[in-house]
């Protein structure tokens, strides 16, 4: 179990305010932020590169503030993989057990299951710069683990990939994930990625939390606009709320009304509405959902849904999941949209 | 687009106009040897060639090819001990510093980086005139009185003239090489249970391998090349009697402050033109073959 508490550091444009997380045995982590949050220091932290301004890091009960990062036991996966460029395959997955001075036997033996595992035997006399991205990646992966970390750190490790194979390795982590009971914890910028591999997310934003939970929990109940707009709600819109019981009503900026139960709030509001929670056309739901007559814009095919603009005197972008073939739209085809009050994430907004 | 083009072609013509005006000094060098390979006639017998009371002035038959020279193999003898004692130094001060530079920012880096650029574009006279005058005036001029010793024109102050011009040489080499090897290696390797001195022998300093042998390389041959700094601090020749130095000294004829380069310009000056001549040929077939195995190394990574 990892605990970071009340972690703060300034590095120049690089900073983390306060930041407490804590990740249990056995769980896959994902730390979530746009380019600049602060992620990677977070990481370097925990690996002991950077001693916190404030706070604690504490692994299995110990407090490791202050030990350096080779008497912490955390296995680390940098950016670049950081494959050593002087040594073959084999020598840099060994390269952790010859440094603990684990005995010779033991190391050949070891090495070649955790080869075996990540399925990069065949590599093993190869210099890392000759590989691939994705062998590279394996043997970083290799190289960390070998040594049996209490944490895997993983940073960005699927961002250098072609996308054709990102999805592959995310499948692949999850399973040395499973098959070693690792505690990971990766760091990346894409809610897609996180989505695929995370137990539980924690999206940073200039160097805070912003949220802590897991993926159902952020999709349903984003803690703030940005984690809102970075988990893909796409419609935002203004407008004034005017509380009814537990939820609230809000008027927005072109006239129409919407009803949300996800809070009561009273005053300026930014409204968010995921694409998929849009409903097209059919009969109007029941359990207050509001409906408004709206314009077909575009239509866009993507692989595992059509993307639908909507022109309903404001802009709207819907997800279409039903098969292709299903009922098809074009172009300025009138349309009636129904959105439930559940799927109205409602924000006060500073006037 | 063109203009790029025409501006790379210029660039091109003029290091092929230079390429051929250095091959045709060398050839030069060359082929007035050649011709006096055995040169025969007077040499003119200064200081430097034989024992330092020998009468200045004295004329005597040329024995025949400057190999056969005693004061040339003391000359190179001299070149070679010094320079390899100056390396050896600058390598311990150097590489360790250069490391650290590349790693952290120190207070005052900005006067570091403009004082040894400096170093390496200056007139090496002038840096052996700034050493003469930091040991001769001020404090560090008292340190040598209360300790008795006197460092210029003393044989261990070519090495010290020789040793600033070589580190400024070999620290630009190393610290463009430590700060291209990626300082995640280190970070890795420490979370896997390296102590940071193995991190860096272990990972940093192969990386770096063919960049720290090549900075090896050009502080040795800036040593050995050395001529105006030498003849400001050190003199051409050391003012002390043969029978004060210590056999050893005396043995690898280190009595005399005359390296290579020094020895060229005092045989010119005597009027021993071929024999300054043939020093001259060796000295550019040294610095050739020098940055010859440097660009070995850029190609594969090794010398031999």
């Known amino acids: ?351 | 687009m063109a203009s790029s083009r025409s501006q790379a072609r210029l660039v091109v013509a003029l290091a092929y106009l230079v390429t051929v005006m250095l091959l045709m000094g060398s050839c030069w060098l060359f082929v007035s040897n050649a011709g006096q390979l055995w040169p025969k006639g007077e040499l003119h017998i200064t200081k430097e060639m034989e024992g330092w009371r020998t009468d200045e002035g004295r004329v005597r038959e040329f024995a025949g090819g400057f190999w056969h020279e005693p004061a040339f193999w003391r000359s190179v003898n001299l070149t070679v001990v010094t320079a390899t004692i100056t390396t050896f130094i600058a390598a311990l001060v150097g590489i360790p510093a250069s490391y650290a530079l590349s790693r952290h920012r120190v207070p005052g880096q900005a006067v570091i980086d403009v004082l040894f650029s400096s170093v390496i574009v200056l007139p090496s006279a002038s840096v052996g005139l700034c050493l003469l005058i930091v040991f001769q005036y001020g404090p560090i001029f008292e340190l040598e009185k209360r300790l008795g010793v006197y460092v210029p024109y003393t044989l261990p102050s070519i090495v010290v003239v020789q040793l600033v011009l070589s580190l400024a040489m070999g620290m630009s080499v190393w610290r463009a090489t430590f700060a291209g090897v990626n300082p995640r290696f280190e970070h890795v390797a420490r979370s896997l249970g390296s102590s940071s001195w193995r991190a860096f022998r272990t990972v940093t300093l192969p990386s770096a391998k063919t960049g720290i042998i090549a900075g090896l390389i050009l502080a040795w041959t800036r040593a050995a090349a050395e001529f105006g700094g030498v003849l400001m601090f050190s003199g051409t020749f050391a003012e002390k009697p043969l029978e004060t130095f210590s056999p050893l000294a005396r043995g690898l004829q280190l009595h005399k402050a005359d390296p290579l380069a020094v020895n060229m310009w005092v045989q010119i000056e005597y009027g021993n033109v071929e024999y300054g001549f043939a020093i001259g040929f060796v000295l550019v077939t040294v610095s050739a073959l020098s940055v010859y195995a440097i660009h070995k190394l850029g190609g594969k990574g090794y010398v031999w």
């Open chain 1, 1 to 351: 179990m990892i605990q970071i508490e009340n972690l703060s550091i300034d590095l120049g444009e690089f900073r983390l305010r306060d930041i407490g997380l804590s990740i249990h045995d056995g769980e896959y982590m994902v730390v979530l932020g746009p380019t600049g949050a602060g992620k990677t220091v977070l990481v370097e932290c925990i690996v002991g590169i950077y001693r916190p301004k404030t706070g604690r890091v504490i692994v299995d009960g110990h407090d490791v503030t202050d030990l350096y990062p080779e008497e912490r036991h955390v296995g680390y996966v940098p950016q670049d993989y950081a494959l050593f460029p002087n040594m073959t395959v084999a020598r840099n997955v060994a390269y952790g057990l010859e440094a603990r001075k684990a005995p010779r036997a033991d190391v050949e033996k070891r090495v070649r299951e955790m080869m075996d595992l990540l399925g990069i035997a065949h590599l093993d006399c190869r210099l890392p710069l000759n590989l691939s991205g994705g062998e590279k990646q394996r043997v970083a992966l290799g190289r960390a683990l070998i040594t049996q970390p209490r944490i895997l750190l993983l940073d960005e490790p699927l961002a250098a990939l072609d996308e054709n194979l990102r999805s592959g390795l995310a499948a692949e982590l999850r399973r040395v994930h499973r098959t070693l009971h690792g505690t990971f914890l990766h760091v990346c910028h894409s809610f897609e990625e996180t989505a695929d591999v995370a137990d539980r997310v924690a999206i940073m934003k200039e160097g805070r939390l912003a949220q802590v939970g897991t993926i159902e929990e952020v999709l349903a109940r984003p803690a703030d606009l940005f984690v809102a707009e970075f988990s893909r709600a796409r419609n935002f819109l203004h407008g004034t709320a005017e509380r009814i019981g537990n939820g609230c009503r809000v008027r927005l900026n072109g006239g129409p009304i919407l009803l949300s139960d996800y809070g009561a709030f009273d005053g300026p509001v930014t409204v968010a509405i995921r694409p998929e929670d849009i409903a097209l056309d059919g009969p109007a739901q029941a359990g207050g959902a509001t409906s408004w007559p709206a314009t077909v814009t575009a239509i866009r095919p993507k692989p595992t849904h059509t993307e639908i603009e909507l022109d309903a005197g404001f802009p709207l972008v819907a997800h279409d999941r039903s098969a292709p073939g299903g009922p098809s739209l074009s172009v300025g085809d009138p349309i009636a949209v129904h959105v439930r009050a559940q799927a109205v994430k409602v924000f006060p907004r500073a006037s």
